[in-house]
Nanobody
Framework: QVELVESGGGLVQSGGSLRLSCAAS????????MAWYRQAPGEQREQVAS??????NYADFVEGRFTISRHSANNTLSLEMTSLKPDDTGVYYC??????????WGQGTQVTVSS
């Protein structure tokens, strides 16, 4: 059973920065697609950034502010967030897909950005 554990969330001031990390219980190379999603209360979950075969994609609302990276040394997926805005507030989830298909979600980490 694959486990994804997010960490790094917290309360920050508008304009601040946070680095989220998603630790996988097995080799990160086994996932051909990985992504970060976020969900605000009462809102639909939305994709923030993704990684597929070394190529990265970003939602328009985070382009230039967030960076997604894979780290094979410790089997983690990170999301470096800068210039945070109140609209970035939400629960951030790690998502990973293996062939099968086998999909996995983390439990999420809360990010709160104050005005």
């Amino acid at each position: 059973q694959v486990e994804l554990v997010e960490s790094g969330g917290g309360l920050v001031q508008s304009g601040g920065s946070l680095r989220l990390s998603c630790a996988a219980s097995e080799s990160i190379s086994s996932f051909y697609f990985m992504a970060w999603y976020r969900q605000a209360p009462g809102e639909q979950r939305e994709q923030v950034a993704s990684w597929r075969s070394e190529a990265t994609n970003y939602a328009d609302f985070v382009e230039g502010r967030f960076t997604i990276s894979r780290h094979s040394a410790n089997n983690t997926l990170s999301l470096e967030m800068t210039s945070l805005k109140p609209d970035d507030t939400g629960v951030y989830y790690c998502y990973a897909v293996q062939y099968g298909p086998r999909v996995h979600w983390g439990q999420g980490t809360q990010v709160t950005v104050s005005s």
